[in-house]
């Protein structure tokens, strides 16, 4: 296949008018052959009108009548051709290819951010909120789970758990065991300098346990997930009818937990994920939160400097992409059951790896049910053919802000429609890269840059990469983010692939669907159950933006 961003498509000619002359031939005597049927009298006329003597006027004013008339017929003739272009690039599987620069210009709408003016961060605390002279009741040890975002989420908490227990918080240890199986350490991805010194005012951050407590046995405890603290705390079992989960979750840190570190000193957290509820904490507790999120845990320099010239070589010549975080890996297939679009060897594959992780607690899963929910990461095919509904040119360039894409045709489907596709891999040089080989989640970080400063970020799965990014980019200005409602559009897919639905019913409905899904303000809400409530790192709006004060009253 061709690397060039024009499509391969149908060529189509534009029939040129040709104005005919009628003439008349002469033969050899000089005399002109005419019919039987004409007139000598007839002949005479157009012979005098043909003298330059008294009609030359006249034979001026009719050629250029006659100039003028073929003008406005091959006008015609060159709208009408246009039009039948202009119907064909709008068509199904056909672009119109033009100069990067015309189409980026008259497709700005679908690289436009969305207007934040009314709204800023405002994750500011009065310094009676911040870190006081009083002493720490002790020290915090904890054990990151997961991938690079679920443990940067974690970590995040758990500055806001020391901060609730007046506890010192020792740089965490990282999840070497997860799928990846990635031993690197925090001081590895992560500025833990800079991390230390952004949480000076709130909490204190130790490389390692002081002489003081180092022979100090830690008391071992898995911090209860917030979607299970109200059975956790004593005082929900005092007053069941006064308060609800996510309204006990602080107390179940400040009071429960606070106890067990004054008698132990020191307390090891043996996981990190999902362990603050989303609503109900002390707003103070949520600026922090973010705060750690988006400004303490940032990249070591090698990562972050490697992200900047990977952007800067995707924006060359000022050209937009869109960072894709297509998660159709292999483990999350797996994990989430899904194999539309694999052959049965591949299912089986993803089934065997499925039950093998003993963590993963559901085991039979009918991957067709799940598609149809919306509860698949989309396949690259689905991706393409929603990034073309949206009205986004084959010679857009794409980042896959991912891992490798499982199956044995890959991204074929996609660099079918969309040949300009990118990785870290083909952005970097192998030089560059050679220091982040086998060190998946330094590679992950990478991957986070490049979505976080796209000019467009669409996620087909949301997982913790997809909450992350989506929330710092709402964070940083409510940059343009597509979150696919992947229920409507699999059922409008298959109806186009039934033929049900023409190319054309199915690109507008599929754009009326997305009207509200691009990152525009829309506040977190408290939920019926903590489980179906939205992730506070996936949109922190309120507790770290806020109104503007002239707006409020509008609202």
Known sequence: MSNSPLATGTIMTRRRPIDSVEYVEENGNGKVNIGQHHHHRRISSVN???????????WIFGALMLLMISTMFVKIILIHLFLRVNATMTSHHNFLQLPRH?????????????????????????????????????????????GLNQMRSGISDMVAVAKLMNASLVLPMLDHKSFWTDPSEFKDIFDWQHFRKSLEDDIEVLESLPPSVANVKPFLKAPVSWSKACLASSYTYIFPALQKCFHTHASYYNRDILNILK??????????????????????????????????????????????????????????????????????????????????????????????????KEKRINGTEKRVLGLCPMTPREAAIFLEAMEYPSNTKICIVAGDIFGQNGLKALQERYPNVYYHSNLATEQELKPFMQRH????????????????????????MAKAVRGHRLFQGFWKTINPDKQNFVRLMDGMDNKKLTWKEFATQV????????????????????????NFYANPFPGCICLRPKHEKSR
């Not at 330094?442 to 996620?459: C, G, K, N």
Request: glycine share 6%; aromatic share 8%; net charge positive.
């Open 263 to 360: 008698r132990h000193k020191v307390i090891e957290f043996t996981h990190t994920d999902s362990r603050l509820a989303n609503n109900g904490i002390p707003d103070s507790i949520q600026k922090l939160r973010c705060h750690a999120m988006y400004e303490a845990i940032r990249f070591t320099e090698k990562i972050e400097q490697l992200g900047t010239k990977l952007i800067n070589r995707l924006k060359e010549n000022g050209e937009p992409y869109i960072a894709l975080h297509l998660r159709y890996e292999k483990d999350m297939l797996a994990f989430t059951g899904c194999n539309h679009n694999l052959t049965q060897k591949e299912a089986e594959e993803l089934r065997k790896l499925r039950y093998k992780t003993k963590h993963w």
């Open 511 to 534: 754009r009326c669907l997305h009207v509200n899904r691009t990152g525009a303000p829309n506040a977190r809400v408290v939920g019926h159950s903590p489980k179906l409530e939205e």
């Open 102 to 146: 015309v189409m980026h210009e008259q497709n700005s709408e679908i690289w436009a951010n969305i207007g934040s003016d009314k709204y800023y961060k405002c994750i500011d605390r009065s310094s009676i909120k911040t870190r006081g002279k009083s002493m720490s009741n002790g020290y915090i040890l904890v054990h990151a789970n997961g």
């Open 48 to 58: 005098s009108l043909m003298r330059p003597g008294r009609y030359l006027s006249r």
């Open 441 to 464: 989640n330094q590679l992950a970080a990478l991957d986070y840059i490049l979505a976080l400063h796209a000019d467009v970020f669409l996620y087909t799965y949301d997982g913790n």
